[in-house]
């Protein structure tokens, strides 16, 4: 008891209906701007603007924003997942959100996500 089932987020061990009702309202899981972004981890993703993003991953709550990073940490960053930035851009077929959301993810998973 007291974790959500959905999304994975600790609700405290004593957690009540109404305190379920209330996390639902903001469940990642259950409210439609939140995207799936890996189903096994229960992660999800809030698009905010082109270059932020809101990452959730079982009560672990980050704003990413890409214009922190420079172009060097950004291939540190995605070197974990892909070869180069050309093989991701190539990947997402030249799409910049899909380009962007795929970094920020590789961020949030290298430095912010719960351990697995
Ligand atoms: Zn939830």
Not at 31 to 39: L, V
Not at 79 to 95: P, R
């Amino acid at each position: 008891m007291g974790t959500c089932k959905e999304c994975g987020e600790f609700l405290g061990g004593s957690a009540s209906i109404k305190d379920y009702r209330d996390h639902f309202k903001i469940c990642p899981a259950k409210n439609p701007e939140w995207i799936c972004t890996d189903k096994d981890a229960k992660q999800y993703c809030k698009v905010i603007s082109k270059t932020e993003f809101e990452f959730k991953e079982r009560g672990t709550n980050k704003v990413i924003n890409l214009n922190e990073y420079s172009s060097e940490k950004t291939e540190e960053e995605i070197s974990g997942h892909y070869n180069s930035l050309a093989q991701l851009k190539e990947y997402c077929n030249n799409d910049e959100e899909e380009i962007n959301l795929v970094i920020a993810e590789c961020i949030f998973e290298n430095n912010f996500a719960p351990p697995r």
